[in-house]
Nanobody
Framework: QVQLVESGGGLVQAGGSLGLSCEAS????????MAWYRQAPGKQRELVSA???????YYADSVKGRFTISRDNAKNTVYLQMNVLQPEDTAVYYC???????????????????WGQGTQVTVSS
């Protein structure tokens, strides 16, 4: 099992920045990639960004150029730096981890095996 604990988030004005962190623990040797999802009220959960152990990244079109995903393998932590935030970025952000269920990880079709508890990001206009 893998446990994921998010931190960061909060309230920010439009145009501002926030950073999220997600620390993994447990059977982390099985984690091949990590990702950030978000879910706004009344909407489906969507993939925002993902990163492999080797550092390959994926971004949803809606956040390209504004969000940056990174990871510190030594700390088993993945980060999401969010800049130029807009009200439409308001959502609960979830950290996710993909294990070894498939031979090749394709970040754009991330398959989460583990989830964090979520952290609220609210952007005011």
């Amino acid at each position: 099992q893998v446990q994921l604990v998010e931190s960061g988030g909060g309230l920010v004005q439009a145009g501002g920045s926030l950073g999220l962190s997600c620390e993994a623990s447990g059977s982390i040797f099985s984690v091949r990639a990590m990702a950030w999802y978000r879910q706004a009220p009344g909407k489906q959960r969507e993939l925002v960004s993902a990163i492999t152990r080797g550092g390959s990244t994926y971004y949803a079109d809606s956040v390209k150029g504004r969000f940056t995903i990174s990871r510190d393998n030594a700390k088993n932590t993945v980060y999401l730096q969010m800049n130029v935030l807009q009200p439409e970025d308001t959502a609960v952000y979830y950290c996710a981890a993909e294990g070894s269920s498939r031979r090749t990880v394709v970040l754009s079709t991330f398959r989460p095996d583990y989830w964090g508890q979520g952290t609220q990001v609210t952007v005011s206009s």
